[in-house]
């Protein structure tokens, strides 16, 4: 590991995301005349929840330090309100897959998958769900599908499936800016689908770490107070905020010409045999891609590659169930604006040999 963050710190450019994202640089996305907050209160942060709040159409927003925390408890008070602790969801969702099981074992819900791995929900999936369910969760892009987006008239009908089932629906908004280009549609009106919506702020847009949580005044107010029970509520949040507001809205219009950017690559690499795009075309300014390389050698010609031109790419990639398929997502960021779909492409089948 002290190989590959070395070896990173020596790069001096990357097409993945934003791509090298250095301190200096997240500290330049802090406005220097940012207001502080106390615990929470006030200042950049009271401005940032005013600012998601309208972006998304929603009543109110609330920041917190992480996505785990903030969909843990806005899915808890969802089931509080309601007789059942089930929370529906696709088998790839991330509160089952990467949070430690923590949606049970500090809130005491249960997650129930709804359709396979290997596509999107649909609302024969939700239809075969009998027993009494609290909330519907939906990720929107499906990351683990490439940066899938169910056609509009199926998302409605899923989340009408919840409300008339008395259930509250909740986007899985991780990457939501992106999906705003690949529905052609804003924030606020794929939220109103939703009665909450997370997002996030370091991804896509390239802030230090933070999210929020935006809905009902009633449902917000508490989520703030599960917010300080876990100890999310913490005494100076202004940094992360100011660091949001800063990059938030110019990234969220950059999204579009992200989408032109990822479908452009996608059709430059109709050209490369070893390489094959998930879903092709891109549905959102993101995408997977099937490298037809063992992974140790994968593994090699990336150290190469950043060795001889300090150029980084992904270290390492996922295996596949064929050994000589691996599997890398690439997302289309600021970064890979900088770069021609057809040098990416050619790069791609460089660490393919």
Not at 40 to 55: N, R
Not at 178 to 188: C, D, F, K, L, V
Not at 321 to 337: I, K
Request: hydrophobic share 45%; glycine share 8%.
């Amino acid at each position: 590991m002290d190989d590959i963050v070395a070896r990173r710190a020596a790069c001096t450019d990357s097409f993945l995301g934003n791509g090298l994202i250095r301190p200096p640089e997240l500290l330049a996305s802090i406005d220097p005349g940012a207001a502080a907050d106390i615990y929470g209160e006030g200042g950049a942060v009271a401005e940032l929840e005013q600012h998601v709040a309208a972006v998304l159409g929603k009543p109110a927003a609330v920041f917190l330090p992480s996505g785990t925390m903030a969909q843990g408890a806005a899915l808890r008070v969802h089931a509080d309100r309601r007789t059942s602790r089930t929370v529906v969801w696709h088998p790839y969702c991330h509160l089952d897959r990467h949070e430690g099981q923590a949606y049970a074992r500090l809130h005491q819900l249960v997650g129930r998958p709804a359709g396979d791995f290997e596509r999107l929900i649909n609302i024969d999936d939700l239809s075969a769900v009998s027993e009494p369910v609290a909330a519907l969760v939906l990720e929107l892009p499906q990351r683990d599908l490439g940066g899938a987006l169910p056609a509009w008239d199926d998302l409605v009908a899923q989340t009408s499936w919840a409300r008339d089932r008395g259930a509250a629906a909740h986007l899985d908004g991780a990457r939501l800016w992106e999906a705003t280009a690949g529905y052609e549609r804003s924030p606020a009106e794929i939220a109103a689908l939703f009665d909450t919506v997370y997002v996030s702020f370091y991804k896509g847009i390239g802030a230090l770490p933070g999210c929020c949580v935006a809905g009902s005044e009633q449902d917000i107010a508490q989520v703030r107070e599960w917010r300080s029970r876990l100890g999310g509520t913490l005494f100076a949040m202004w940094p992360n905020a100011s660091s949001a507001l800063g990059l938030l809205d110019t990234a969220l219009a950059e999204m579009p010409a992200r989408l032109r950017h990822a479908r452009a690559i996608a059709a430059a690499l109709s050209g490369v045999p070893e390489v094959r795009v998930v879903p092709d075309p891109p549905q959102t300014p993101m995408m997977h891609l099937l490298l037809s390389v063992p992974g140790e050698r994968y593994r090699a010609n990336a150290k190469r590659l950043a060795e001889e031109t300090a150029l980084w790419v992904w270290p390492s990639v996922a295996e596949t169930g064929d050994p000589a398929v691996v599997r890398a997502e690439l997302s289309v960021g600021r970064a890979t604006l900088r770069h021609k779909p057809e040098a990416i492409a050619e790069i791609l089948a460089g660490l393919c040999l």
